[in-house]
């Protein structure tokens, strides 16, 4: 084997490119040309993942720039492939990096090899790669959005809940105003007295003929009108309270005024009193020690002091006057006030016997207003119905009459006693019953006849 041949091969196609060399160059593509003379190559190479050294046997080259490759290759170490990105007491870089470059491997990827610097964080704080928190945050999203799901279930089936209980409560609220209005009409029903108006309707409904329904029709228009006599009475009467009422608030009114005002009076004349009494007392005491004191009556302040007590006597019974009048007008006054508040305990019973007047005859009238339109349905309604059976009835009536006069007619010319007897039953039995309605009806233009033919 050749050594032209074994450094073409072995050292442009399996050198390790960017492997940074002691003096600072590189190994550039242009190998393949300097090292082209080289006549022998052998070679042997070790690296490690963190600190590695190659080695290398001497390469006999052709020329000196060949010899100069060979000695640096030979004297070159790798360094430590990757460095920490804080060195001196400040951040390098904000990610690790490499100092030259190889082919790597997974177990390059170490925790200790990936770090997260964060500027004024502890130096080598350990953190998820990029990735890695991607997938966390992922994790963390999946999770929230399966409970976002869960309480929205739980949401949905708390408005179902909701709904239906709504529902619920508006079918017992229905049920339960059925019930109530079905127990107010059974208490007004159970309550109801029993009225003329209601054994008239009665009688009228057991009505066989038009005679008998214009009996009860007739004691209805009776009741109608004994009906709108009491209800006009009821409505004065409540019209009279009304007034009476009105008429006693207003005095009420006036004599509460009339009290308050009396009422300030009696304080003011007391006030008055009160005052006046203690002047009096002054004035008095004044006046004793004026008349104990022992004076020359030539001396110049005699005709003083004696003045002053004549002053002094002189007020005393002007106030002592309105002491007097005070207490007069105070008792007036009071008398005043007795009258005031018995004509306010009258005006208050007045009031409240006519606001009682008022809602019993309110009620009244507002039974009889029932019963009114009570009395106003049935006249309606039977009125029809006695019209329905006064046709029927004439009918009827016309009937049997003509059938009267063709039994009649046949007797006269029949000549067979025995069917002639025959005719003569016939004839009596429906006489009887023709005369009988007849008797029980109110449509005109019929008159009983005879049961005997011949």
């Avoid at 159970?190 to 029709?217: C, F, H, M, W, Y």
């Avoid at 005859?361 to 049935?378: C, F, G, P, R, W």
């Avoid at 006069?405 to 029949?414: I, P, S």
């Amino acid at each position: 084997m050749s050594i032209g041949a074994v450094a073409q091969q072995n050292i442009y196609k399996k050198q390790k490119p960017g492997v940074k060399l002691s003096s600072g160059s590189t190994a550039s593509n242009n190998l393949k040309a300097v090292l082209s003379d080289l006549k022998e190559t052998k070679q042997t190479s070790g690296t490690s993942n963190v600190l590695g050294s190659v080695t290398t046997k001497p390469i006999q080259a052709k020329n000196s720039m060949a010899q100069q490759v060979s000695t640096n290759i030979s004297s070159s170490a790798s360094e430590s492939i990757f460095r920490e990105s804080y060195k001196g007491g400040k951040y390098i870089g904000t990610t690790p990096y490499t100092e030259g470059m190889r082919y790597v491997s997974v177990n390059d990827y170490k925790r200790e090899n990936v770090r997260t610097v964060i500027p004024g964080e502890i130096s080598g704080y350990v953190g998820l790669t990029t990735r890695g928190q991607n997938r966390a945050n992922s994790k963390i999203n999946d999770f929230l959005n399966w409970q976002n799901q869960q309480y929205q279930k739980m949401m949905d089936q708390q408005k179902c809940m909701d709904t239906a209980q709504m529902f619920n409560n508006i079918s017992q609220g229905i049920l339960g105003i059925g019930n109530i209005a079905s127990g107010i009409i059974q208490s007004k029903q159970s309550a109801k007295v029993e009225t003329p108006t209601d054994a008239t309707v009665n009688e009228l409904r057991q009505a066989d003929n038009s005679a008998e329904l214009k009996a009860g029709i007739s004691e209805l228009n009776a009741q109608q009108q004994t009906l709108t006599t009491k209800i006009d009475n009821a409505n004065k009467s409540i019209k009279e309270s009304q007034e009476l009422r009105a008429d006693a608030e207003s005095k009420l009114q006036t004599t509460e005024d009339n009290i308050s005002s009396t009422k300030k009076s009696i304080a003011e004349y007391s006030s008055n009193i009160t005052k006046w009494q203690s002047s009096l007392q002054s004035e008095e005491a004044t006046l004793k020690q004026l008349e104990s004191m022992k004076m020359d009556p030539t001396s110049l302040s005699y005709a003083g002091v004696q003045n002053q007590i004549k002053e002094l006597k002189t007020s005393i019974k002007n106030t002592q006057q309105k002491i007097n009048d005070a207490e007069k007008d105070k008792q007036e006054a009071m008398t005043k006030l007795k009258e005031f508040e018995s004509a306010r305990l009258e005006y208050t019973q007045t009031i409240q016997t006519a606001s009682n007047d008022i809602k019993t005859n309110s009620q009244s009238l507002e039974a009889l207003n029932d019963q009114q339109e009570d009395v106003t349905d049935a006249l309606g309604k039977y009125n029809q119905k006695l019209t329905k059976m006064e046709n029927k009835e004439s009918d009827k009536l016309n009937s049997m009459r003509s059938q009267l006069a063709e039994y009649a007619k046949e007797y006269q010319t029949e000549t067979d006693p025995g069917k002639k007897e025959k005719l003569q039953q016939k004839y009596a039995k429906q006489a009887a019953e023709y005369n009988q309605m007849v008797g029980s009806t109110t449509v005109s233009g019929h008159t009983a006849v005879g049961t005997q033919l011949g």
